[in-house]
C-alpha cells in the first residue's frame, strides 16, 4: 500500500505536470492560413505575432483603391500583441508595415515605381510552407511582380521565420530571393532620396526613440543596425524593434534612413544607384527583426549582431 501523503504528492506531481504540458501546447507557434488564402497569421498560443499579406489586403477607410496591394507584413506584433506597424496611413497611404519594395523598377527603358504602389504589383503564386511547432513558425511564399499588372519581369521568395519568445523578446527572420524573368531589369533607390528596400513604417507614435549605428569604414566586424522604440496603443510598456541587416548582403552596409516624423525606418538597398538584376540571377536580401522591451543599450544590440552574423546564409 501507498501511504496517503506520497499518493497525495503524486497526484499533485501529475496535475502538476498536465498542467506544465497543456500550457506549453497552449504557447506554441501555430501558422492559419485565412479561407481565401490572401492572408497567413502566426500566433503564439493565443497572441498574434505577425500577419503576412499573400494577396491583396483590404484599405481603411477613405484610402484611394489605387493602394491596395499585397506582399507585405502587418501588423508586425509585440510582445502582449499590441501592433506595432502601420498600413495605408494617410500622410503616404503607400506605406504599408513592413515592406519591400523599390521606387525605381527599370525593364530596359520603363520604369515603374512599385513602392508607390504605381505600374508593377506582387501577385501571389504559391504558398509553400506555412508550419508551426513548439519553438518557431516558418512561411514560404512564391510571388511574381507584374509589369503592368500583366508581364511577369520579377520571381520573389519570401522565406520567414519567427521564434518563440524568451523574456518577452522575439526574432523574426526575413530571407528574400528576387530573380529577374526578363532581360535589362533593375531595382533602384528613390533618386535623390535613396530611400528603397526593405523598411518599417511604424504605428503612430508616442514616445518615439531612433537609433542608428554604423561602425567606421575598415572596422572588422562593420557592425549596423536601426533600434526604434515607442510605447504602442495596446501595450503596457515600451517596445524596441532592432534591424539587422545580414552582413553577407550586398552593398553592406547600406546607409540607415530615418523619417521620424513618418515612423519609418530602413537600411535603404541599394541607395540612390540602380542595382542590375540579370535575368536568371538570384538577388538575396537577408534581416533580423529584434523585438524586444525598453530601448536597447548598445552592448545587448551589438550582442545581438553578432548572434545574426553567425548565421549560416545557405
Not at 495605408?88 to 527599370?106: C, E, F, S, Y
Not at 528576387?178 to 533607390?189: I, R
Not at 518599417?200 to 554604423?214: H, N
Not at 572596422?219 to 553577407?248: C, L, M, N, Q
Amino acid at each position: 500500500m501507498i501511504p496517503e501523503a506520497w499518493a497525495r504528492h503524486v497526484v499533485m506531481f501529475l496535475v502538476a505536470f498536465a498542467a506544465a504540458a497543456t500550457a506549453a501546447r497552449a504557447a506554441e507557434m501555430k501558422v492559419t492560413v485565412s479561407d481565401d488564402k490572401r492572408s497567413v497569421d502566426i500566433h503564439e498560443g493565443d497572441t498574434l505575432v505577425l500577419r503576412y499579406w499573400f494577396g491583396t489586403a483590404p484599405l481603411p477607410e477613405g484610402v484611394p483603391e489605387r493602394y491596395a496591394c499585397g506582399g507585405y507584413i502587418h501588423p508586425l506584433c509585440g510582445p502582449d500583441g499590441e501592433a506595432l506597424t502601420e498600413a495605408h496611413p494617410k500622410d503616404h497611404a503607400h506605406h504599408r508595415g513592413v515592406m519591400w519594395t523599390w521606387p525605381v523598377l527599370r525593364w530596359e527603358d520603363k520604369v515603374t515605381d512599385p513602392w508607390a504602389v504605381s505600374g508593377t504589383w506582387t501577385r501571389p503564386d504559391e504558398l509553400r510552407t506555412a508550419t508551426g511547432g513548439p519553438d518557431a513558425a516558418r512561411i514560404v511564399a512564391l510571388s511574381t511582380w507584374k509589369w503592368g499588372d500583366k508581364e511577369p519581369v520579377l520571381r520573389e521568395t519570401l522565406d520567414l521565420t519567427a521564434r518563440r519568445s524568451e523574456a518577452r523578446c522575439r526574432v523574426v527572420d526575413i530571407t528574400l530571393t528576387f530573380e529577374a524573368l526578363v532581360e535589362k531589369l533593375s531595382l533602384g533607390g528613390r533618386p535623390g532620396g535613396g530611400y528603397g528596400g526593405f523598411g518599417l513604417r511604424m504605428a503612430p507614435r508616442k514616445d518615439q526613440k531612433i537609433t542608428l549605428v554604423t561602425d567606421p569604414e575598415g572596422k572588422d566586424p562593420r557592425r549596423s543596425w536601426i533600434e526604434y522604440s515607442d510605447t504602442f496603443a495596446g501595450g503596457k510598456d515600451r517596445v524596441g524593434v532592432a534591424i539587422f541587416e545580414h552582413p553577407a548582403n550586398p552593398l553592406y552596409p547600406n546607409k540607415l534612413h530615418q523619417y521620424p516624423n513618418l515612423n519609418y525606418v530602413m537600411p535603404a538597398f541599394p541607395g540612390p544607384r540602380e542595382f542590375p538584376s540579370p535575368k536568371g540571377k538570384t538577388l538575396t536580401l537577408r534581416h533580423r527583426l529584434w523585438i524586444h522591451p525598453g530601448h536597447a543599450d548598445e552592448k545587448t544590440l551589438a550582442e545581438q549582431w553578432t548572434l545574426y552574423a553567425k548565421t549560416k546564409t545557405e
